[in-house]
């Protein structure tokens, strides 16, 4: 393999210099990603194209599809020189030599895989335009989150389509976490990228790496066979999203026995072993990866006849449901077992800081049990549009009579029953919880689902208050 990436490397100095990269999907990973890449690499012209002609106009403007600290700047500065957002998909397909494929790839939510496996139409139809139109030979990137041997369908498909040129499929999956893109598209852990071991196939890699290498120190890019890189993708988001798993399990168990779950993870993660990464005891995690690659790694091992693998990763989706159900329980118990009626403040939608993005957020399931007990929802979020939160809810405009869509947090938590932190957005951390407490209704109570307050301050003012795995 080292050999092989050598020569592929040495080879490589034969080829011209890169000039021209795409991108289909111009979404949460894609934009990011690309914009750095032009960003850093002021010799590739790089264009990211999207069949979603709103998204690219967004992208084209002031106003951004997508919230991410930093992004901006990074997107004025190169749109218009070498970044170029359009909807013209053929035209970037035919000119660019490396094409990187982020589409969505959502959970199958019709026949055979239902539920559990990846759909992966999106990835097909980009596949078979490749084929069909390409007038040379392409370095295929697959960016989105894929099933271990996706590469092999997209090969069948390129070789049974097109029979003129060798393209290269290249995986190199995408680790950002959203909310901090851009930090960690800087300077990211690592750079993943697999690839076949034949020299072509190397000197594929190499290409696509001799990318990254224009911000990234070589020692940071990892080469491997296609099929590990795809699978190490899925194994690490289902191992980050075990830890919460694992820290929210000991949570219920923090709140009937008196200890205190942050308590615990401070004292866990000291140790070097285990680490303090990812110990935050929550609602539960959303976004649209983590449960998307269990399912995907748990349909993986039932196809591969392997049910006791696939049992063990599926509880960490149980328990994460178990997180949601019980942090609504327990404002039920607080409010007399009902809440028919009551006003309930919702601060923060997203499903974590720093974002817009509201995809599998645990607050969505919330919202839905507060509904169907008949509570009225005040809802605000800082970056989370009433048009998403209504789609998440599966509610039309017309019938949110039950639900408000709120300016401030203050506006929301005015005339409550009870207030309910959902996302941990700094700004709640400032607000002036005293004067909130003089306008709500009485007992005040707060739950605290991120575990952001000082809950013995918030006590202090009057509230009845909870925490995750505090008692
Ligand atoms: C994740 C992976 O981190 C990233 O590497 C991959 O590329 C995509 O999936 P993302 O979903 O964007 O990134 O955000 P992440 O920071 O991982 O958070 C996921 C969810 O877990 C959020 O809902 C967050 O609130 C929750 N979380 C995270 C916790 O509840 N506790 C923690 O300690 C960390
Ligand atoms: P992610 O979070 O993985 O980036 P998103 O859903 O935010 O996923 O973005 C995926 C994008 O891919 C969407 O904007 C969608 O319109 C786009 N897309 C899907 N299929 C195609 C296609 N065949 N050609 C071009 N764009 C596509």
New binding site residues.
Partial sequence: MAKNYVIARNLDLYYRKIMNICCIGAGYVGGPTMAMIASKCPDIQVAVVDINQERINAWNSANLPIYEPGLDEIVSEARGKNLFFSTEVDRYILESEIIFISVNTPTKEYGSGLGQAADLRYVESCARRIAEISKSPKIIVEKSTVPVRTAQMVKTILASTSHQFQHQIVSNP??????TAVKDLLSPDRVLIGGDLTPEGQIAVGKVSSIYENWIKKDRIITTNLWSSELSKLT??AF?AQR?SSINAISALCEETEANVDEVAQAIGADSRIGPK???S?I???????QKDILNLCYLCRYFRLPEVAEYWEQVIRMNEYQKERFVRRILDSMFNTVSGKRIAILGYA??KDTNDARES?AIGICKRLLEEKAHLAIYDPKVSRQTILNSLGIKEDQANSIDFCKSATEACQDSHCIAILTEWDEFKNIDYEDIYKNMVKPAILFDGRNLLDIEMIRLIGFVAKGIGIS
Avoid: D, R, V, Y
């Fill in positions: 995408e680790f950002l976490a959203e909310g690490a988001n980050l919460i990812f110990l935050k929550s539960g995690f959303g976004g649209s990866c983590f499903f974590k645990p």
